[in-house]
């Protein structure tokens, strides 16, 4: 962990109740200025309601918070001003247009009229949204709704953003294009903090990645760190143009240590216990005829990561309450 | 500074899309005008117009006020676009101050559409101006609050409507606008003396036809207490069950 003076975000054992349900539970974790930081949970683990706390929407039952080194357990109006929010549902108002939502919320931290006017039509080109900037919200697209939402966010230049899924319901394209502007900002210096269902999103944005189930904070990790923990396994894959089929006992024979899982025509895949050494592999199937046309090593994504840490977990706590 | 900008800006939005729609401006309007009519309609003898005038503007204030809120807060809640003004760096006593800006002023305008007509039909010269302003804007701010307190107690609209009402209409009839407070049953007495628009009521009286029945200091310091009570606990009521 690193220093908490210079972290964005320093949660220590927050703890919420929503009367006897413990919707998050002694979370504790911390977010270095800069990054871009990962919540992914199944549903219901907990982490708008995180995002709840860490914004001021909702207050924890116990634990404590230090937003870029400012102690505001109990006091987050002094922090707010540094934070930009986009909420799980686009919440701008549906009577003003999309220019008129922009300068709104930019008026709500200070900005002056010159100032925001600018600053919206700057952020209005950058999402794309010129051509819509004098549509009522109403009318909105879901994806141009939730591209306004994020320019909604950052029109005060927060120094750190908090987005709650913010691709969910929107089409691949969209979804791409909001990745796009979200890695730029993160480039640009602003801290990010996200939730997401969507493996391959945190896999492509978040430095590091935290799993959230039922209330409790079961990993925090970089990418990399978390696949090798279930790199306990290498997988290879090798393919040829044809032939490999009748190779099967050839190979088995030739290497009883390793384990062949499947073998085709075309195609083997080899899972072992070790790093596994190729070329006396290839050199048995040239000698056989075969011109081996590529070879893979298959890494686990992060969703086997994902599945294997919550699934544990789940498991773990099912005998735990089965028990007591 | 910036409390001050996000002050005016939410207050102007207000404005722009509740107050200023045509039927709030239409309604500002003939309420007021229907319920001068309805007295004269009512009453066989001529009536004074003064003795009126008091009723009236606090029936408007009233009613213009405490109707508005339902909109500006309890529905800006059901739609979540309430929770940016919650995460915005200003203080909650401002943002709900901005909230309720608006059903004051828009009250506050209700009120002297009956003075204009009045001032056609009757004398009103002897009429204490700086008291009725008073009056009026303290009526104003202490119904906005109630409306507000209602506002934040309910989830829906309409409940917040049904609740207005079950407050409005008894406290119109027991506050002595139009039956003095000594000719009400023994028993109902005591209620009136926990209305705020009984003490607003008679300051309107008070400044129309001199004839109040507290002094003016009185009625302004229960008038005030009214509203910083009245504000205080929709706050707490919102950091209670708002800021979950
Ligand atoms: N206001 C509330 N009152 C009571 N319970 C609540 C409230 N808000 C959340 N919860 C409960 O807290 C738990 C966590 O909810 P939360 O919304 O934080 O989950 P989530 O991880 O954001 O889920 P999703 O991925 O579906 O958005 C759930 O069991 C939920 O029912
Ligand atoms: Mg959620």
């Known amino acids: 962990m690193g220093d908490t003076m210079d972290a964005a975000i320093a949660a220590k054992r927050l703890t919420k109740y929503f009367h006897d349900v413990c919707a998050v539970d002694e979370v504790s974790f911390e977010v270095r200025d800069g990054e871009v930081f990962g919540f992914l949970g199944p549903n219901g683990a907990g982490k708008t309601t995180t995002i709840n706390i860490l914004t001021g929407l909702a207050r924890p039952t116990s634990g404590s918070l230090c937003i870029l080194g400012q102690e505001v357990t109990g006091n987050i109006k002094r922090a707010q001003h540094w934070m930009g929010i986009v909420p799980d549902e686009s919440n701008l108002y549906p009577e ?27 952020l209005l080109e950058q999402f794309g949204l010129t051509a819509v900037a004098r549509r009522h919200f109403g009318a909105y697209s879901k994806g141009m709704k939730r591209k306004l939402t994020i320019a909604a966010g950052i029109i005060h230049r927060p120094r750190i953003l908090f987005l709650d899924e913010p691709t969910t319901g929107i089409d691949v394209a969209s979804a791409r294009e909001i990745r796009r502007l979200l890695a730029e900002l993160n480039q640009a210096g602003t801290t990010i903090f996200l939730t997401t269902h969507y493996i391959e999103e945190a896999e492509r944005l978040c430095h590091r990645i935290a799993f959230l189930v039922d209330g409790r904070l079961v990993r ?7 696949v090798r923990a279930v790199q306990d396994k290498h997988t290879v894959e090798l393919s040829a143009s044809g032939g490999l089929g009748e190779m099967r006992s050839l190979l088995r024979d030739a290497f009883p240590n390793e384990h062949f899982e499947e073998i085709s025509d075309t195609r083997v895949l080899v899972r072992t216990d070790h790093p596994l050494p190729l070329a006396p592999l290839i050199r048995l199937l040239e000698q056989h005829g075969i011109q081996v046309t590529e070879a893979r090593v298959i890494r686990p994504s992060l969703e086997d990561v994902f599945v294997q840490i919550t699934g ?3 498991a773990r706590m099912k005998n735990e309450s089965s028990r007591s | 500074m910036t409390g001050w900008i996000a002050y005016y800006s939410i207050l102007r939005k207000d404005m722009r899309s509740y107050y200023l729609k045509p039927p709030n401006i239409s309604w500002g309007l003939i309420f007021p005008l229907a319920w001068t009519l309805m007295f004269f309609v009512r009453s066989e003898t001529d009536v004074d117009v003064r003795t009126l005038l008091p009723g009236v503007m606090a029936l408007s204030i009233l009613f213009g006020t405490t109707s508005m809120l339902a909109v500006t807060v309890t529905f800006e809640k059901r739609g979540r676009s309430f929770e940016r003004l919650l995460l915005a760096p200003i203080s909650l006593e401002l943002l709900m101050w901005a909230k309720t800006s608006g059903a004051v002023f828009f009250g506050a305008v209700n009120a002297f559409v009956p003075v204009v007509l009045a001032a056609f039909l009757a004398d009103l010269s002897g009429v204490i101006w700086w008291q009725l302003v008073l009056a009026v804007i303290l009526v104003a701010v202490s119904s906005a609050f109630l409306g507000l307190l209602i506002a934040v107690c309910v989830k829906e609209v309409f409940e917040a409507q049904t609740f207005s009402n079950f407050f409005r209409f008894p406290m119109v009839f027991l506050c002595g606008l139009f ?13 009136a003396y926990l209305l705020p628009l009984t003490y607003g009521a008679d300051l309107l009286h008070e400044a129309v036809q001199s004839s109040g029945r507290f002094p003016v200091a009185v009625n302004l310091a229960a008038l005030v207490t009214f509203c910083v009570l009245l504000f205080w606990v929709s706050l707490h009521r919102i950091r209670q069950s708002w800021i979950g």
């Open chain 1, 312 to 314: 544990l977990e789940l």
């Open chain 1, 96 to 122: 003003l247009d999309g220019r008129e939502n922009l300068c709104f919320c930019a008026s709500l931290y200070g900005m002056r009229w010159r100032e925001r006017e600018a600053r919206a039509r700057e």
């Open chain 1, 220 to 226: 925090v990790d970089t990418l990399g760190n978390l």
């Open chain 2, 179 to 191: 039956f003095p407070i000594d000719q009400l049953p023994g028993l109902l007495q005591p209620l």
